[in-house]
């Protein structure tokens, strides 16, 4: 997917796709989170739909949830979906970042290259 140490620096029009292809991708993934704790709250918790995804929302934001839970299913899904959220919300972070930490590392290089 990223040029090689010896291959020249990525031209900015297919920098900037890269970048929007990288950020739909990690946004894409967000969502997809985010439907999963908005449905398994709706199932598990019965909660209305908004409150489902509020709770879903405030957990992959890392603030945790609003709704007080009431069954152990609940509970043990709430558990389980705050371990994927973390794991998810740095995966999304990476994903959107790596195009640009790739080019400045590899800008980095082909400075110092040139140099020697």
């Excluded at 995804?53 to 007080?68: D, V």
Aim: aromatic fraction near 10%; proline fraction near 5%.
């Amino acid at each position: 997917m990223f040029e090689r140490r010896t291959e020249p620096l990525l031209s900015r029009p297919r920098f900037v796709r890269r970048m929007a292809a990288s950020a739909a991708v990690g946004l894409g993934l967000v969502f997809v989170s985010l439907a999963i704790g908005t449905i398994g709250y709706r199932l598990l918790e019965s909660l209305p739909w908004l409150d489902a995804f509020l709770n879903a929302a405030m957990l992959l934001s890392g603030e945790g949830p609003l709704a007080p839970l009431k069954t152990s299913a609940g509970k043990l899904f709430a558990g389980c979906y705050a371990i994927y959220c973390g794991i998810a919300l740095i995966s999304a972070t990476a994903m959107i970042f790596a195009p640009l930490v790739h080019r400045s590392l590899h800008r980095f290089h082909l400075a110092q290259e040139r140099d020697s």
